[in-house]
């Protein structure tokens, strides 16, 4: 069974950091992971995406510059740091992996085939 666990989630003003991570269980091939974000009345958008190898990583254009997205597969974790974050970044964030599309960056939700809990974050002005 495929378990995607989201954490790091919080309230932090506009400016400061975050860091989230994902750890991932059940998944015996490889695969690349993505992050989500949804606000309330909004769209799930994507916010970063990495290959297995960690050698592609792509982000959405509200976050490039700001945000940065590895991985340690030893750990089977993935990671979102997140800087210089604004009020426009609340949102319930999520991680989901693609065992299909493991060495490449896919930027539309149906490319994932595993999804977390979402965890929220929050950025008070």
């Known amino acids: 069974q495929v378990q995607l666990v989201e954490s790091g989630g919080g309230l932090v003003q506009a400016g400061g950091s975050l860091r989230l991570s994902c750890a991932a269980s059940g998944i015996f091939s490889r695969y690349s992971m993505g992050w989500f974000r949804q606000a309330p009345g909004k769209e799930r958008e994507f916010v970063a995406g990495i290959s297995w190898s960690g050698d592609m990583t792509r982000y959405g254009d509200s976050v490039k510059g700001r945000f940065t997205t590895s991985r340690d597969n030893a750990k089977n974790e993935v990671y979102l740091q997140m800087n210089s974050l604004k009020p426009d970044d609340t949102a319930v964030y999520y991680c989901?992996?693609?065992?299909?599309?493991?060495?490449?960056?896919?930027?539309?939700?149906?490319?994932?085939?595993?999804w977390g809990q979402g965890t929220q974050v929050s950025v008070s002005s």
């Open positions: 989901s992996a693609s065992p299909r599309f493991y060495g490449f960056v896919v930027r539309n939700r149906e490319g994932y085939d595993y």
